[in-house]
């Protein structure tokens, strides 16, 4: 009996960490983020735009990732988009413009997103 309540502990045990796991490397972007440099190339004009912005601190930009939303806060505004993330494909799916972008953790607080265009968003948790 003792052996069976043991196991039977064990494997609820084994149960509720694997799920918590699955749950947090589901969606690795969920959290506080900060824009922490934008590199693009020289044909992307908006590109370029935001990151003089950033680098002259005129803007500054925080991200933050629920399970479906994207909120971007600037000094004066906020603006809000909906999104899927697909953690096997270590994709971003913007809902508002169809956008994808391709996901890359550097390491844990760090991570980058690139566009199609080759414009590369580095996020630096918060």
């Given at each position: 009996?003792?052996?069976?309540?043991?196991?039977?502990?064990?494997?609820?045990?084994?149960?509720?960490?694997?799920?918590?796991?699955?749950?947090?490397?589901?969606?690795?972007?969920?959290?506080?983020?900060?824009?922490?440099?934008?590199?693009?190339?020289?044909?992307?004009?908006?590109?370029v735009?935001?990151?003089?912005?950033?680098l002259?601190?005129?803007?500054?930009?925080?991200?933050?990732?629920?399970?479906?939303t994207?909120?971007?806060?600037?000094?004066?505004?906020?603006?809000?988009?909906?999104?899927?993330?697909?953690?096997?494909?270590?994709?971003?799916?913007?809902?508002e413009?169809?956008s994808?972008?391709?996901?890359?953790?550097?390491?844990?607080?760090?991570?980058?997103?690139?566009?199609?265009?080759?414009?590369?968003?580095?996020l630096?948790?918060?």
């Amino acid at each position: 009996m003792k052996k069976l309540t043991l196991a039977a502990i064990s494997a609820a045990f084994i149960f509720l960490v694997s799920c918590k796991q699955t749950t947090n490397s589901s969606n690795a972007l969920i959290g506080q983020w900060k824009i922490d440099s934008i590199a693009t190339p020289d044909s992307n004009l908006i590109g370029v735009m935001l990151l003089a912005s950033t680098l002259y601190d005129t803007a500054v930009y925080d991200v933050s990732f629920t399970k479906d939303t994207i909120t971007l806060h600037q000094k004066d505004s906020v603006t809000k988009s909906g999104y899927t993330f697909d953690s096997k494909n270590k994709q971003l799916l913007l809902k508002e413009d169809s956008s994808v972008l391709s996901y890359q953790p550097i390491d844990s607080s760090y991570i980058k997103l690139i566009a199609k265009d080759s414009t590369i968003i580095f996020l630096r948790k918060q």
